[in-house]
């Protein structure tokens, strides 16, 4: 299964991409955060390859408030608030739970770029969550909007986190991926980072040439699927 879903959040339309497999009762699922670019074709391809694993995908557009307005990029991340992506994700996953197809069992988040902060937002906001996958997330600890950074949650934090970051990576830098994953261990929370030579950001990216890292994506990814199936079995 492979399709578009729209769903109501705040009185405002969201799109939905989502992917499963197919002849299957129930499976776990996994909440896809966007990159920057938004829901494009790499994050459909990220959802696809999770359902031939085995896993529901749902992957909502985050920009939906501001669609249509003509903004680049930067402008679109740059209005968007934490509290609503908690409420977009969250609906996301409501969603899911009610698809006629499929039933949805355990539930895990992971995140790329702009993603991977909302993956660690949403780790220490929805304690149902039981896995957290953040590739190279900057800003995690800046809040966007009123409330805490994404950082400061740490502590609420329950499930495992894997992450994976590109060392050449500016945002997060490998200071900021040091000082995360110090914050962790203090606050006791199971994690492993991996860190990789010869990335930067977005090296998981295969839609732009420049920054996509053919061995390393591939490494991360080796190492998500098996982290995803163990910790929402």
Excluded at 74 to 79: N, V
Excluded at 104 to 111: D, L, P, S
Excluded at 172 to 186: F, H, M, Q, Y
Excluded at 189 to 204: E, I, M, N, P, R
Aim: charged share 25%; hydrophobic share 40%; glycine share 10%.
């Amino acid at each position: 299964m492979k399709r578009w879903d729209t769903i109501q959040v705040g009185g405002s339309p969201m799109r939905v991409y989502l992917a499963a497999p197919d002849g299957v009762g129930e499976a776990p699922a996994v909440m896809i955060a966007q990159h920057g670019p938004g829901v494009d074709r790499f994050i459909e391809d990220r959802a696809e390859a999770l359902a031939a694993e085995g896993f529901c995908a749902a992957a909502p557009d985050l920009y939906h408030r501001q669609s249509g307005d003509g903004a680049d990029m930067m402008a679109k991340i740059g209005r968007l608030r934490d509290a609503e992506i908690v409420a977009d994700m969250n609906a996301t996953i409501e969603h899911a739970k009610q698809l006629p197809d499929i039933r949805i069992g355990k539930v895990g988040v992971i995140g790329f770029c702009m993603g991977g902060r909302v993956s660690y937002l949403m780790a220490g906001s929805n304690a149902s969550l039981r896995a957290a996958g953040v590739f190279y997330g900057g800003n995690i600890m800046k809040p966007w909007g009123d409330g805490p950074a994404p950082f400061a949650l740490t502590s609420k934090i329950r499930c495992p986190v894997i992450g994976f970051f590109g060392i050449e990576d500016k945002n997060p830098s490998p200071d900021d991926v040091k000082a995360i994953d110090a914050e962790l261990t203090r606050k006791g929370k199971v994690h492993a980072f991996h860190s990789y030579d010869a990335a930067g950001h977005a090296f998981l990216n295969f839609s732009n040439p420049a920054m996509y890292r053919e061995r390393q994506a591939k490494d991360a990814w080796s190492k998500l699927i098996p982290f995803l199936k163990k910790e929402l079995a």
